[in-house]
């Protein structure tokens, strides 16, 4: 398509007008994603399999092109034809060579073809589809301005034997529709007004055609003005300068009735065109894009959290009719395709819950979860020296007696197990904080001065959840001064109802910052990993957010035990090139967690690697294979150049929409999902690869969702019993928490440690918070971006923790 519009609305419609216009004969025969590709339930009758054609363009508002509108050239070529009994031989099992993809792809095409062109629903993607009609059963409306719409999840997926369709529940942030005027008071004046308000779409009425009736037109927003249409002038077509208030008053009669509110410009950043949010109207159906604010996360959370028999019968019922699978929409007649209409029942199994160790001997668990009460950690961590910081701002939440309060979680840690010494008065500094202070000048002095005292750990009792304060705090203790810190909620550590609790929970950070271990599993728990010395390891990266700077790098991190009772993970953690998704530095990195478990280990190496890889999506598993694995394999040889440790690498999928919900109400849960330990590897798995879905945890609320393991080389030998046991068995084995958690510690730990990373760039993750950012999307600015963070990373974590669980 010359020439290629880079908005996606654009191109959506420039492939509208193409089926209203050159296919409109045959556009029943036709389905396409309206970006690039097209799929025709029969081969079209082209000369040299190509057609090129012009497209003049219009909006579907207007009544059609004219003189002035835009031509697209857009050039249609065969690219492949496709054969459903090639896709059927490679999932019965007889072609592993069959290259599924494009197979897949045109399916997920065609199946989107019925809600795509429903208008009563609105698609997001290629995979989403939402109803657009007002129901109060499918949206909930958010703080500011937003409104949470529940809908449907759609995509195609090989199998043994079979091709499955996905469906599930997904949960999604719209702008709610009507005046602009009302959707900015609902958001408040806020530094982030302009963020959240730029490229909405917009409608209007205000100008009329020669018969006096309102001409419709559409307009996107660039950014929010400075200033009011009381304040805002410039010169009209008189030559005169005239305020946005007085120029519509004059041209079009119009007093507005309230020209104290920003003007929006509907132009560009080059040539403004300011427009009174209470002439606009916002156009239905879009989503936002952006960051959630904390109070919007909260409500889309508890609207999205259902029990499993209400998503089940949702998808069943809504779901399949949005997607036009039930009744079957005539739209997938032309090319033979159905879908079955009930669930697919699979096997599974359910897998035991080991004992967790403790120092008074096994505790047994109770769906995937035990308590402290009466426990002493396995190896107690000590300090000869820790602090305290207590935050005030002013509120209600301010610390009684603080001294008495950190004696007591000292008390508590002591009979855990964990070494910390009483403190004094002089050991506790008090921050008071103050608007329009800078925090860090305040803190500075006290993190030096623990410095200087040897400080190893220091408890940060903060007033608020405020993430700037936190992330501070960790910058500080992390990256300037190297001393640990264990940061507390005042309401929640003063609480005497749950206090005890909260202490244990604590106790178990400071820990785990000590070198300590909490628990542990008994030797015939561990299978594999009592044969040979192994290294398991944990890799993750973490990518910019919406309402960041451009080039705002990713943040790797890679985690590796240095035990043979597989308690401490220490962790190498790098920046690189921005939403990279390969770790660059990985051979560095895996140098580094080799000489610590020299270190540690006597100077031997490890016999055996396993890997739990976070973050990759199915179409990079090859990636993995072809980039990082030799990685590892360089950082082998450069320990010692006949090192060469049978490595095996898996997968940990969390963002994927299989869900599972039991046949018998005698393996489920209280909520009605499966019971912690089940295991599901036949079924909904791959074809010809090895992989599992495995829910090691209890769900608190909600529908839970397993974690998919996918296994993409393995030197160990691994059978899928003893893997998938060892794997779940290790979900009892995160350090900070005790239950099961969803997905095995090493991924766990690399995901925390990327999160703790993003604390030391945070004014460049969150730049949309200031309010402040202006955006020239420039190579030049993204470089020097770049560089701001690396300014801002100051090499990572300090020397003194490095190699402690700081993260947690």
């Not at 410039?234 to 920003?262: C, H, M, Q, W």
């Amino acid at each position: 398509m010359t020439p290629d519009p880079k908005i996606k609305r654009i191109r959506r419609r420039v492939f509208e007008l193409l089926e209203l216009t050159s296919f409109q004969a045959t556009k029943h025969l036709m389905a396409t994603d309206y970006a690039k590709t097209i799929i025709t339930a029969k081969k079209l009758d082209f000369a040299d399999d190509k057609f090129q054609v012009e497209v003049k363009y219009y909006d579907a508002d207007q009544a059609g092109p004219n003189e002035k509108s835009k031509v697209y050239a857009v050039t249609i070529t065969l690219v492949q034809l496709l054969e459903p009994d090639s896709l059927k031989h490679y999932v019965d099992g007889l072609d592993p060579d069959f290259d599924s993809s494009p197979a897949i792809q045109a399916l997920n095409i065609i199946l989107a073809k019925p809600p795509s062109q429903n208008a009563a629903v609105i698609p997001l993607g290629k995979s989403k589809f939402f109803v657009s009609e007002p129901n109060p059963n499918n949206q909930q409306s958010l703080p500011r301005g937003l409104l949470a719409l529940r809908g449907y999840y759609s995509s195609i997926r090989p199998s043994m034997g079979r091709v499955l369709c996905n469906v599930n529940v997904c949960m999604t942030a719209f702008y709610k529709e009507g005046s602009l005027a009302d959707l900015m008071r609902e958001y408040g004046r806020s530094p982030e007004l302009n963020s959240f308000l730029k490229g909405l779409r917009v409608s209007t009425k205000h100008i009329t055609d020669q018969n006096g009736k309102p001409k419709f037109q559409y307009k996107s927003i660039a950014n929010l003005g400075a200033r009011s249409a009381r304040d805002a002038t410039f010169v009209s077509e008189d030559g005169s300068t005239i305020t946005v208030a007085n120029y519509f008053k004059k041209k079009y009669n119009i007093t507005l009735r309230s020209p104290e509110l920003p003007c929006v410009n509907v132009g560009t950043r080059e040539k403004s065109i300011l427009l009174p949010p209470e002439l606009a109207t916002v156009l239905p159906g879009q989503s936002f894009k952006g960051k959630l604010l904390d109070e919007q996360t909260r409500e889309m959370i508890t609207y999205a959290c259902r029990r499993p028999r209400q998503n089940a019968e949702s998808i069943v019922g809504e779901g399949l009719s949005i997607l036009g699978l039930k009744p079957p929409s005539g739209l997938l007649n032309p090319f033979n395709l159905s879908v079955s209409t009930e669930m697919v029942t699979v096997p599974a199994r359910i897998l035991p819950a080991p004992p967790v160790q403790y120092a008074g001997g096994p505790k047994n668990t109770v769906d995937a979860s035990w308590n402290l009460r009466d426990v002493r950690f396995l190896k107690g961590g000590t300090a000869k020296s820790w602090a305290a910081i207590i935050l005030k701002d002013g509120s209600q939440n301010t610390v009684q007696e603080p001294l008495a309060l950190c004696n007591a979680l000292q008390s508590m840690c002591r009979k855990c197990g964990v070494g910390l010494p009483p403190l004094t008065a002089r050991d506790i500094s008090v921050v008071q904080m103050a608007m329009g202070q800078d925090l860090a000048t305040k803190l500075i002095p006290v993190f030096d001065a623990f410095k200087k005292r040897a400080v190893q750990i220091a408890l940060v009792i903060l007033p608020s959840q405020d993430k700037a304060n936190y992330a501070l705090i960790k910058t500080l203790g992390d990256v300037r001064f190297g001393v640990g810190t264990v940061c507390a909620q005042s309401n929640k550590i003063q609480n005497q109802k749950g206090q005890s609790q909260y202490f244990a929970n604590l106790a178990l950070k400071f820990n785990l910052k000590l070198h300590g271990r909490n628990h542990g599993l008994a030797k015939a728990e561990m299978g594999f990993l009592t044969q040979k010395t192994t290294m398991i390891v944990g890799c993750d990266v973490t990518h910019p957010s919406p309402g960041s700077l451009k080039g705002t790098p990713s943040i790797a991190g890679v985690v590796a035990s240095i035990d043979m009772d597989f308690a401490q993970y220490p962790a190498s953690l790098r920046l690189q090139e921005s939403k990279k998704e390969m770790i660059t530095e990985l051979r560095e990195m895996m140098i580094e967690r080799f000489l610590l478990w020299k270190t540690k280990n006597g100077g031997k190496l490890p016999e055996a690697i396993l890997v739990y890889r976070d973050g990759v999506s199915e179409g990079q598993f090859k990636t993995v294979l072809d980039l990082e694995l030799p990685k590892i394999r360089e950082a082998c040889v450069a320990m010692k150049s006949d090192y060469r440790p049978k490595v095996t690498i898996i997968i940990v999928g969390k963002r994927h929409h299989t869900r599972f919900y039991p046949t018998n109400s005698d393996k489920a849960d209280r909520l009605g999902n499966p019971v912690p330990g089940t295991v599901v590897d036949r079924g909904v798995t791959a074809v010809y690869d090895y992989d599992f879905y495995l829910q090691a945890h209890a769900g608190l609320q909600g529908t839970t969702r397993p974690a998919h393991y996918y296994v993409i080389h393995d030197k160990n030998g691994f059978d899928a019993d003893s893997l998938q046991t060892l794997t779940h068995n290790l979900c009892y084995l995160f350090g900070r928490a005790t239950k099961s958690v969803s997905i095995c510690p090493p991924a766990y730990y690399a995901d925390l440690v990327c999160e703790r990373g993003r604390c030391y760039i945070y004014g460049l993750l969150n730049a949309s918070d200031s309010g402040s950012v202006r955006s020239t999307n420039s190579d030049d600015e993204a470089k020097a971006n770049y560089s701001k963070a690396v300014q801002m990373w100051s090499g990572g974590p300090h020397a003194d923790i490095r190699q402690t669980m700081y993260y947690l």
